[in-house]
Structure formats: structure tokens, C-alpha cells
């Protein structure tokens, strides 16, 4: 027998409203358990649309290069996309992830010689990671299990060249482009004074920065690459030929 039944002591009843309090609770929190349940085993379970994009971060990388071959010397595949709309219908695993300019002369999809799927692509003028686009890669890490991220510049950047001008002239550009400016003031200050075309220099070192901040991009992505699961690389376009250097 208990303490209290030896004592005489009776614990008061829970109130009705109480009661009914504690079992909401707790159905509640069944049905949440529940949930996340289904969601983990249905991640699991489920068969994904493109079953070939399934690779290691090392093979996803060899699929870009080999894409990129391909589109520089003119002998893309046949895409069959209308046939690929109907799996991507359920869903969706890129084999990488692109953050790339919005320059109109650089399209990720078509340098990769990539199909419907096979890409995840952010783009905005100076590829820089901001907090949407790395929230938009940890998407692709954590959700769609994209195995390699590419940080891709490009000879000429536009975005990079005014941010030069705009720290030499120290003017201020129009509307929200100051933006872009201090986004990209960091890579053009990093390599004031080096050797070589200051413009080059810029680009190259954008690169860079901005493959590093992705790396220690916690708490997903940093994460991912601990445990080898997700490579980062960086890589600059050439205009003239297509050609996509892939930076170590």
C-alpha cells in the first residue's frame, strides 16, 4: 500500500475541464507523433521520380562535368520532357543545386545539358548566397537530399563590375541595387591591389566567399557536408565558349 493510502490522504480529482484539457493534450501531441511518423516513413519508402539522380557527391559532380562537355561541343542529349512531366508530377531529386547571376546569357539547365529535374537553380545578379537563397538550399539539402551545391560565376559579371565602379566612384547606384553592392563589396575589396584584372579578380574571389559561407551554413547545410553527404564547389562560365571551370 502507498504512503498516501496509509496516511488517509485522497489526491483530489482532476476537474472535468482538467481532464478533458489533459486528453486534447494528448491526443494532440498522438496526432503530431503520428504525423511525423508518416512523413519520415513516406521520405523513406517513397520511390523517387528520377531514380538515376540518386548519386554521390563526387557523381553528381561528374554528371555536371560531363553535361557541360556535351553542351560545349553542340551534342546535347534528345530531352524527352514530355514524358518526364508525368513523374515529376509527384515529386522531385535533383542530383545538384545551382546558385547562379541572373545574367540572360547564363542558363544552368542548358550548360549542364541537364533535363526536367535533374537541377535545383537559384539565381540572382552576382550569385551571392543571402538568407532566401541558402533558406532555398537548405530546401534542397534537407528535403530533397541534393547531394552537391555549385556556386557558378561567370566572365563579364555585370552585377560585379558596377559594385567595382560603385566603391572606386563612391557613388550610390539607383533604387534597391545598393543591395547588390553590399552583398558583393566583399569579394571586390578582398582583392583590391592583387594582380590581374581587377574585374577577373572580383568574380573569381565571389566565388569563393560565397562557397565558404555555404559551408558554414548552419544548421542544415554545414551539417551535411560534415557528414559527406553533400559536397559544395565553386565554378566560373565562359562566355565565349560554354565552357564551365570547376573551382577546388
Known sequence: MCRLCEEGIVAPAPSRRGLFRY???AGAYALAA???GTAVLAK???????????????????LLREGNARYVKGVAKRHDFRHEREPLTKGQN???AILSCADSRIAPEYAFDSGRGDLFVCRVAGNFANDDVI???????AILDTPLIM???????GAVDATIKSLKDNTTLPGHLPSLVASLAPAVK???????????????????????KLKGATPIIDAAVEQGKLRIVGGI????????????
Open 190 to 212: 578582398a582583392v583590391e591591389g592583387t594582380p590581374g584584372d581587377a574585374l577577373t579578380n572580383a568574380i573569381r574571389q565571389n566565388v569563393v566567399l560565397n562557397v565558404q
Open 94 to 96: 535533383p542530383y545538384a
Open 23 to 25: 486528453l486534447g493534450a
Open 44 to 62: 523513406e519508402t517513397k520511390a523517387p521520380p528520377k531514380p538515376q539522380n540518386v548519386v554521390s557527391p563526387d557523381e553528381a559532380l561528374t
Open 237 to 248: 562560365y565562359r562566355l565565349a565558349d560554354g565552357h564551365v571551370e570547376v573551382m577546388a
Open 135 to 141: 533558406a532555398s538550399l537548405e530546401y534542397s539539402v
Open 34 to 36: 503520428r504525423a511525423v
Open 151 to 157: 556556386v557558378l560565376g561567370h566572365e563579364a559579371c
